[in-house]
């Protein structure tokens, strides 16, 4: 049996197996040479003190033990052409891991997603960036592979309790991501690479006999006494199956409608809402590492803060270090702001949302609009910092010692937002008590982190769509929507996940208990 240690060692023994084997000699009192195999288990930096150094959990085989590479591999897929059709609606993380659990458990799902295949999103991507052209189907949100697909594919997630993180982790590297993923105490694909692990999940979710229909929107639900039907897609196609899980994301903001029109259950939930700060990478590494250049050994330095503002919390948010700003609107009218970075996290710039915890009591002027008061709230802000940015792509920015001091920036540098920014006082793009809590909150971060305030720091505004604005309720046991049998809604859309390994966890539940419900 290999021994496993937990050690902590400087980030040249960490990337220097030779070393690494001679510092594992000496701690376990063996030669070198006796040391067949180091395995690093996990790892993790810490920047705590002033040396920064690698926490390690490896496994040691010794001469004599046997020692075989842990191969991953998919599960053996049946096919399923015949079997039972569940409909699966989005292609999200949720949709997709959704249905390649169904396919594994001998059902066929039919996904139906509204915006294109990942090689397809490319021009409109472009199309936002460069000539300030919202597709409302197709965009940084919506089509194959959803959000995290071109805004950053981060696979952390802090919640243990949703379900088997390992699982959906060794499930990607079978696809083809890179086992560090399963090291990495905050795993990262890129969204250079993702694009083809998810392309190659949707091919065998063909190869085994399911269907996924790219383009093709939902307009309407259909039900007979309170249970699924099928939905009504754009062109008029009708699409039948008594099973459907409903995992559209966190800006479908068409179907929240949908279901509120049709007097299916949903409700408001509170959100958080704020800007994305836009800093130098060199400037992060330099706060993070204490070090005046952070070498070849050490990655781009991530933060994660939170503070007590006001009576609410404002944090860090998606934090992409070595990324860029991205335009995420979902139609046009208005301007939304996200991030991401490539695998290497190799740009210049370091950015992250700030964001504030918002309460219920901040949707009443929209109380008119019931469920759907918090979407609206946040549709309001996006369409005002559109208008004060100048009616296109462009996003309202303000460097970061100005807001605070409520002075307009003179000027604004090139940011790695792509369609440009506007000279703006944020504090008229949200109402006046998150602009306070923001300038407040900022001021306190600058205390934590020494060198965070700064006017090299610029603010994006929105940050606006970190989770839905909307819950759709669902029994906690059979995970079916309260009123409607049959219907499972899934993942971020309905209010159950917060980013790509909580989203896939969740789609993988909800197939499962439409398994569980047919075996009855």
Known sequence: MPQELLIQVTPEIASNESLLKDFIGKKIKVAVNEIQ??????????????????????????????????????????????????IVVGAGPAGLFAALQLVELGLRPI????????????????????DHIVDE????????????????????????????????????????????????????????????IIQDIREKIIECGGKVLFGTRVIDVLTKNDEIEGVVTQTGETILANKMILATGH??????????????????????????????????????YSCDFRGELLP???????????????YSFCMCPGGVIAPCATSPGEVVTNGWSPSKRDQATANSGIVIELKMEDFKPFAKFGALAGMEFQKSI????WHLAGETQKVPAQRMVDFVQNKVSSEIPKTSYVPGTTSVEMGQVFPGFLSQILRE????????????????????????????????????????????????????????????ISAAIDGEKCALMIAQSLKK
């Open 251 to 288: 800006s479908a903001r068409d179907i929240f409608e949908l279901l509120d029109r049709k007097k299916i259950f949903i409700e408001a939930k509170p959100f958080a809402l704020g800007v994305r700060a836009e800093h130098p990478q060199s400037l992060i590494d330099q706060i993070q």
């Open 441 to 500: 909150g900022f001021s306190e971060f600058g205390k934590s982190m020494k060198g965070y305030l700064t006017n090299e720091a610029i603010l994006h505004a929105p940050e606006s769509r970190t989770s839905s604005p909307v819950r759709i309720p669902r029994d906690e046991i059979t995970l079916e929507h309260l009123h409607i049998k049959g219907l499972y809604p899934c993942g971020e859309g309905a209010g159950y996940a917060g980013g790509i």
């Open 37 to 86: 195999h180091v395995v690093i288990l996990k790892r993790s930096i810490d920047a705590r003190q002033k040396v920064i150094k690698i926490n390690l959990k490896v496994a040691v085989y010794l001469k004599g033990e046997t020692f075989q590479e842990n191969k991953i591999e998919l599960p053996d897929y049946p096919s399923v052409v015949n079997s039972q059709e569940v």
């Open 300 to 314: 781009p330095a991530p933060y994660s803060i939170v503070k007590q503002v006001g009576g609410r919390g404002m």
């Open 111 to 130: 996904v139906i997603e509204r915006g294109k295949d990942v090689k397809g999103r490319r021009r409109d991507l472009k199309a936002i960036n460069r």
């Open 137 to 196: 189907d197709s965009n940084y949100c919506f089509g194959e592979g959803g959000a995290g697909t071109y805004s950053d594919g981060k696979l952390y997630t802090r919640s243990k309790k949703r379900g088997d993180v390992t699982r959906i982790l060794e499930l990607l590297v079978a696809f083809g991501a890179t086992p560090d993923i399963l090291v990495e105490a905050h795993p990262h694909i890129g969204t250079n690479k993702l694009p083809q």
């Open 382 to 385: 996006e369409q005002k910092a």
